[in-house]
């Protein structure tokens, strides 16, 4: 059977450009005001916060690239590791 998606005989090549920023709190995550759609955000750059019992945490991108959308509404509860943001990566 031939592979049409890789040729890496070394196993499959899987090219994803999508990727998610999660949570890095348990908390009421809050987006950044400038975090809209389409926005390029660059590695490291805050998508918003997560307003913790002790103190707001920040949700970094770890990527950087366009936001295809946010995950997390305004308020809502969010814990470690939920996805808040949708980004495709350049």
Do not use: N
């Not at 040729?7 to 950044?32: C, H, K, N, T, W």
């Amino acid at each position: 059977m031939t592979d049409t998606v890789g040729s890496d005989p070394a196993g499959e090549v899987l090219s994803v450009p999508e990727r998610l920023v999660v949570s890095p709190a348990i908390g009421a995550f809050r987006p950044d005001p400038a975090a809209s759609t389409g926005r390029v955000v660059d590695a490291g750059q805050p998508v918003g916060t997560v307003e913790t019992a002790r103190a707001p945490v920040a949700v970094r991108s770890p990527f950087t690239g366009p936001i295809m959308g946010l995950l997390a509404v305004d308020g809502e509860r969010v814990r470690p590791g939920q996805p808040v943001a949708w980004l495709r990566t350049l």
